[in-house]
């Protein structure tokens, strides 16, 4: 089934703009997802019926939309899609909050506004439960961990978590520590194929090489960037796990 892209959206990638709540239009493509992971994160919503989901890094919201719009396409008693950030109402001007409006999408919308490491715990103490959680907050190794290990908390088993711009060091490494010490898989079918060309691919492949060369010995740029640009990863979790209290593998 091929999903359509909410008006939103599809006005984004056409113009690269959106509006902010002062109706100033924004510039927006350089930092959000591209239309292919939307799409992606759009059919992971669909395929697992995702009624309570959660991301980190809101932004311009294209993320946001993507996946609270795709939930229109099933019937549930409660559909609700948190979303954490500090820089919504002053950076952002509200930009993603006029785009859910847009989409009349605010009744299933909460914004969580601060960092992720103190909006989290609230969802834990209410001991929420979610079925999809995407991470695009702050990109550091410690930030993303903290994201990780938090939003595991309250992420159902059989529940998916993905991440963005996994061509970051610091992400590969937290994928090596979920792989290593917590129970879940890799999703390939869900990885992304851009619209671009593999000799696009390949020479953005190279370019990332050039400006890091570290990524020379990274198991993960050769397993899916080679002909893949998107730095996105999908994970399903297949059990609650937490290892022993004297547990350790390196990673
Ligand atoms: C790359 S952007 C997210 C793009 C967005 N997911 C999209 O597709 O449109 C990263 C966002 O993370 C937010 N951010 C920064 N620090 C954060 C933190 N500690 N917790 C949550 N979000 C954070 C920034 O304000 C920014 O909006």
């Known amino acids: 089934m091929k999903l359509e892209l909410p008006q939103t ?17 924004r510039e927006a493509i350089s930092s959000t997802i591209s239309e292919a992971e939307a799409v992606i994160l759009m ?15 809101l932004a311009f919201g294209a993320s946001a ?12 008693s409660r559909k609700m899609h948190y979303a954490i950030d500090p820089n919504q109402n002053d ?10 409006e847009q989409e009349k999408l605010e009744d299933q919308f909460k914004l969580l506004e601060g960092p992720s490491h103190m909006m989290m715990p609230e969802l834990i103490r209410d001991q929420e439960k979610l079925d999809f959680a995407f991470v695009d907050g702050w990109h550091t190794f410690d930030y993303t961990l903290l994201d990780f290990f938090l939003i595991d908390k309250i992420l159902k088993p059989g529940g998916v978590i993905a991440f963005h711009d ?25 990885a992304v194929r851009g619209n671009e060309s593999r000799l696009y691919s390949l020479k953005f492949f190279l370019w990332r090489l050039f400006k890091n060369p570290s ?37």
């Open 9 to 25: 959206l599809k006005k984004l990638y056409k113009t690269g703009f959106v509006v902010d709540k002062k109706n100033v239009e």
């Open 43 to 57: 059919r992971i919503v669909t395929d697992i019926k995702a009624e309570v989901t959660l991301e980190t890094g």
């Open 65 to 76: 939309v993507a996946i609270a719009h795709a939930k229109k396409g099933f019937p549930s």
């Open 91 to 100: 950076f952002y001007e509200g930009a993603a909050l006029v785009a859910i």
């Open 166 to 190: 996994m061509q970051a060091l610091s992400k590969q490494k937290v994928l090596r520590y979920i792989l290593t010490h917590r129970q879940y898989t890799i999703e390939k079918n869900y």
């Open 215 to 251: 990524l020379l010995f990274s198991w993960f740029h050769w397993h899916y960037q080679l002909f893949n640009s998107s730095g996105l990863i999908v994970l399903k979790k297949t059990k609650m796990y937490e290892p022993n209290f004297d547990f350790y593998k390196n990673f």
